[in-house]
């Protein structure tokens, strides 16, 4: 970890202490949209699933566990019973909080380097063992703030979100992974191709790592669709029609 990254964290954690109110820090309340959890019969499936699935043992704290439960909760109560069904037989879904960890969790499985953008992964193994590594940036702070003790509770709070929503992003990212799986199900059609081909790499708009090849295009575009509340999909219609019109007909959402 580099020096700068060490300092970031020490004074995010110095900030916790300040500002008591962090923990009560709302993450629903985004700028992109308030988000809803699924109610009743539904509701009660997603967090029996979460519950069961989610390996929770790499959080470093125990706001962050019950961030990542929440923040995986949002994204399975986008999914109905269909896209549910593909990801129950999948056998672990690991969340931890820190790029860093997730690197060095992901070289440790692969055995390979990890990239340096890495902050999630997909894996498959042979013998049917599926896992989601998924991580995110730490809070950024700027150096302003680490220098001066005397920030605003809002500014923290707006710092915190932006965060929280990049690793709620992530890890939609990668469930889209799951639900596509290797046998590339939805980002191998030729309607999926030619849709990704002509809205998203050539026309651009959604990310540059969307543009890599079908599969991330999928996984990106799911991220917009599931991971960045009604906004997210309100932009999705408008800017990608004809993927967004593959997306919808797959019938994968609620
Ligand atoms: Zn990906």
Not at 43 to 61: A, H, I
Request: hydrophobic residues 30%; positive net charge; contains cysteine.
């Amino acid at each position: 970890m580099n020096q700068h990254r060490k300092e970031l964290i020490s004074t995010f954690q110095r900030l916790k202490e300040m500002v008591p109110e962090f923990v009560k820090f709302n993450p629903y309340h985004g700028p992109d949209g308030r988000f809803t959890t699924a109610s009743g019969a539904h509701g009660k499936r997603v967090k029996n699933f979460v519950k069961k699935k989610l390996v929770s043992q790499f959080m470093t704290s125990e706001i962050e566990k019950k961030q990542a439960q929440e923040q995986m909760e949002e994204i399975l109560s986008t999914f109905n019973n269909k896209a549910l069904d593909r990801l129950e037989g999948m056998d672990k879904l690991v969340v931890l909080s820190r790029k860093q960890h997730v690197q060095e969790l992901y070289e440790h499985l692969i055995k390979e380097p990890a990239d340096d953008a890495l902050v999630g992964s997909y894996l498959e193994y042979t013998d049917g063992t599926y896992m989601i590594l998924s991580g995110g940036h730490p809070p950024r702070i700027s150096t302003k703030m680490a220098e001066d003790h005397d920030i605003p509770k809002e500014q923290v709070e707006a710092n915190n979100a932006k965060a929280f929503r990049s690793k709620r992003g992530v890890m939609a990212h990668e469930i889209y992974h799951a639900l596509d799986k290797k046998e590339q199900k939805y980002s191998g059609s030729e309607e999926w191709k030619s849709a990704w081909k002509e809205e998203i790499r050539e026309k651009g708009g959604l990310s540059d790592y969307a543009k890599t090849n079908e599969i991330e295009g999928w996984a990106e575009f799911g991220r917009c669709m599931s991971g960045q509340g009604p906004g997210g999909r309100m932009r999705a219609a408008r800017k990608f029609p004809k993927c967004y019109k593959y997306f919808i007909e797959q019938g994968l959402l609620k």
